[in-house]
């Protein structure tokens, strides 16, 4: 807009200027005005007469406005570009960050990052540091050598190493180590050492962990009167529903092996074996009701449910899983006739596999709950 009315003010100013400055006249049009100025008495009073022109005066007027409409746009346009480079400064750019140390210039007003804590990346190097260690408890053999290493590392070691090396400490001494029997490894210091170190942490055990040293104590065939083994199952019945099936189906068989009905526990693993059994492999299933039932303490509708279940698929069964459900089913007196009747039609199919004692049991079993038998 103040462009325009610059515009329209030039305009004005130059029709002015025209006005007070006639086009020169050509021919007989010079000659008669030459002979007009010839004639014309000049005076002074004529003369201030024509120094007093409208078209001067209005050039004069039409300069100051123009003059004036040219300092405002000035003044305008420059506060506006100012506005402007001011409000893309608080724009945050990539370029703004990477050349603020070599350009000066006002602070960006964009929110920063506060600076990390010099604490905050510990973790991350303290679990690259318990990688390592387990790395290295994993690529032991000797239950010797793992204790040691225990014993000297006691203070570095998080949960996952520590259920790392009793777990990894049972697999060695299954391997009959010289000098490492399983009641050589009890009565050591630095199983001393590892059963402190357990103690203290059983509780941050993940499932797995609490699984896998359930498995590893039973293996070392640890005492039920050991506090160790009561820590660990009230740690794991806390985690029961985080289980997958067979770290289940290990708590069940660890319990079972030890003679230790821990209830809550044992209630927990049922619980949680009815609510995941579609996904429990035949093995899982058969070690949980073999152990539930060695111990006496699987429930006759965990039974029927469990054997409605499976009793369809009884055919994938291995041998030993078939004697293991035929014989749990005995051992707690229930009378399952389809889980049972399904077990005896896939041995039939199978018999010649099958060991002569396992035989002879499955058709007392079955032999037992009115079930016949054809092997």
């Known amino acids: 807009m103040y462009i325009f009315i610059a515009a329209v003010a030039t305009v004005a100013q130059a029709g002015a200027w025209l006005l007070a400055h006639p086009t020169p006249m050509r021919g007989a049009d010079v000659y008669d005005r030459e002979a007009a100025m010839a004639s014309t008495v000049v005076t002074p ?174 293996s070392l065939r640890v005492s039920v009167s050991d506090p160790l083994l009561e820590t ?22 660890a319990c079972a092996m030890l003679h230790f009905p821990h209830v809550e526990l044992l209630q927990a693993v049922e619980r949680s074996t009815l609510m995941s059994l579609p996904k429990f492999s035949t093995q899982d299933t058969a070690n949980v009701i073999w152990a539930l039932t060695s111990l006496k303490v699987a429930s006759p509708q965990f039974l029927d449910q469990v054997g409605n279940a499976i009793a369809p698929s009884m055919q994938c069964f291995k041998p030993a899983e078939i004697l293991n459900v035929v014989w749990g089913y005995s051992q707690q007196r229930v009378k399952n006739t389809k889980v049972l009747g399904a077990a005896a039609d896939a041995v039939s199919q199978r018999a010649e596999i099958f060991a002569p004692h396992a035989l002879a049991k499955i058709r007392d079993a079955c032999a037992e709950a009115g079930v016949v038998t054809s092997f």
Not at 232 to 248: I, M
Request: aromatic fraction near 6%; glycine fraction near 4%.
């Open 45 to 218: 009073k004529a003369v201030a007469d024509q120094s007093f022109d409208a078209g001067d005066c209005l050039n004069e007027v039409l300069n100051e406005v123009v003059t004036i409409l040219t300092i405002f746009c000035a003044i305008y346009f420059w506060s506006h570009g100012s506005k402007r480079s001011v409000v893309s400064k608080t724009i945050p750019d990539d370029s703004d960050h990477e050349a603020s140390e070599d350009r000066p210039g006002p602070p960006s007003k964009a929110p920063q990052r506060k600076p990390m804590a010099a604490g905050r990346r510990q973790p991350r190097e303290r679990s690259q540091a318990h990688i390592a260690l387990n790395q290295s408890i994993c690529a032991m053999c000797c239950p010797g050598e793992i204790l040691t290493f225990v014993h000297q590392h006691r203070d570095e070691l998080n949960e996952v190493n520590i259920a790392t090396a009793v777990h990894r400490v049972a697999k060695a001494a299954k391997r009959s180590s010289p000098g490492w029997s399983a009641t050589e490894i009890l009565s050591s210091k630095e199983w001393a050492t590892l059963k402190v170190l357990v103690t203290q942490r059983a509780v941050d055990f993940n499932p797995q962990g609490l699984a896998n040293t359930l498995w590893a104590m039973a």
């Open 232 to 253: 660990v199952a009230n740690a794991a019945a806390r985690k029961v529903s985080q289980f997958t099936p067979q770290a289940l189906a290990n708590a069940a068989w």
